[in-house]
């Protein structure tokens, strides 16, 4: 009761994987020396084999927001038209940036909670042929919703159009068949799935964007990929300053994944997040992704009349824990727990175990354990020998 550990329960930055903490302390190591590099390319070879793509993988010194920046400014031409799916504050950010870059965004917007269908993608392309690039998120974090990247991809192939992934929590939560799919460019971020600090972007790049690539005329600088590629097929590490301390530690975490496979890494997240679901129902909260959950992240409502910020403060006053308030209009609606990366089942039994507490301190009716019940008769059905009938 008096000792609390902190627990962050956030969709990023999440749980560090603690070998990868460790490797950080040997990063007093010069970055234009030939033991960097070779640390560099071990990154950018494992992170191709985890993420399942032949495609160029490059890494850059920065958030995922600054590789959704560079998937623009690298592959388009000013006044290029695009598409934009929008449904969530991470949808907006793909209009925010096509608005600064001076693209010619047709939005395709849906309610917060819900997703962009992929047959409005469809028919968005085939009323706008001139479209050179499709925009989405694979998991829109700020609502726990999910898109239908592979039905969306499916139509972007048949066309000249570019398809950009923000896939920066879709990574290691959900299924992404980057090449079989064709997702063109497909973006992830240090501080999500791959348990180590924020400070690193990556993302892949198709034969068909560097294609394009060479047509692009808008202005870049620092995010200029092609004197990125060019560096890294040289042998000479990064065009800047890279994170030595952040890309030694991606290393660490990357052979756990590799050790670990993808495949379950994506399974963990999805069992916590099924385990989530069924105990909200448990406890009678509403979930706000009703139609397309993800498993990056679960968004639940608050209990009608209760500003879901009383459930944020009591996780960290009474737990030392965070989680995740709504953002922007839904800020007081919905919290959010997440799944992705260094989680296990303990640490869910343990949250909702918190939650049914908090709930009840608040006026709640709450039956203490049957969140938790929920919890454990996921794990127990996918991890336990089940008993044999006689």
Not at 345 to 367: C, P, R, S, T, Y
Request: hydrophobic content about 45%; charged content about 20%; some cysteine.
């Amino acid at each position: 009761m008096h000792i609390k550990k902190q627990r962050l329960l956030t969709p990023g930055p999440t749980p560090l994987f603690p070998p990868a903490l460790h490797a950080m302390m040997a990063s007093d190591i010069h970055h234009r020396t030939q033991d960097f590099v070779k640390i560099q390319g071990q990154a950018l070879a494992s992170l191709k084999e985890v993420m399942g793509t032949s495609n160029d993988v490059l890494i850059l010194v920065s958030s995922g927001s600054g590789a959704m920046e560079a998937s623009a400014s690298n592959f388009f031409s000013q006044g290029d038209k695009v598409i934009v799916c929008t449904a969530g504050k991470f949808g907006e950010r793909w209009v925010e940036i096509a608005k600064a870059f001076s693209l010619n965004a047709v939005v395709l917007q849906s309610e917060y909670g819900d997703v962009v269908n992929p047959a409005r993608v469809e028919a968005a392309l085939k009323e706008n042929p001139d479209a050179k690039g499709v925009f989405v998120q694979a998991s829109e974090t700020s609502t726990g919703a999910m898109h239908d990247i592979q039905a969306m991809a499916a139509a972007v192939k048949r066309t000249d159009a570019l398809l950009i992934v923000d896939a920066i929590t879709g990574l290691g939560t959900m299924p992404l068949d980057i090449d079989g799919w064709g997702i063109d460019i497909c973006i992830g971020g240090s501080q999500k799935a791959f348990m180590i600090p924020p400070g690193l972007a990556f993302l892949s790049i198709s034969s068909k964007a560097w294609e394009r690539n060479a047509s692009a005329t808008l202005p870049r600088f620092y995010f200029d990929l092609k004197k990125e590629k060019k560096m890294v097929d040289k042998g000479e590490g990064s065009s800047w300053t890279p994170n030595t301390s952040l890309i030694i530690a991606l290393n660490a975490a990357l052979d756990y994944i590799k050790q670990l496979g993808m495949p379950k890494l994506i399974e963990n997240a999805q069992l916590l997040a099924k385990g989530t679901r069924e105990a909200a129902r448990a406890l009678g909260l509403e979930l706000f992704a009703k139609e397309h959950p993800g498993s990056s992240v679960t968004a639940i409502k608050a209990p009608a009349g209760m500003d879901s910020g009383v459930i944020v403060k009591g996780f960290r006053t009474n737990f030392g824990a965070v989680i995740a308030n709504g953002q922007g209009s839904m800020k007081g609606q919905i919290f959010r727990m997440a799944h992705l990366g260094y989680f296990d089942f303990a640490d869910m039994f343990a949250v909702i175990a918190a939650l049914e507490l908090i709930l009840h301190a608040n006026g709640h009716k709450v039956e203490f354990g049957s969140g938790v019940a929920a919890v454990q008769r996921v794990y127990a059905e996918a991890a336990l020998p089940q008993p044999v009938k006689a």
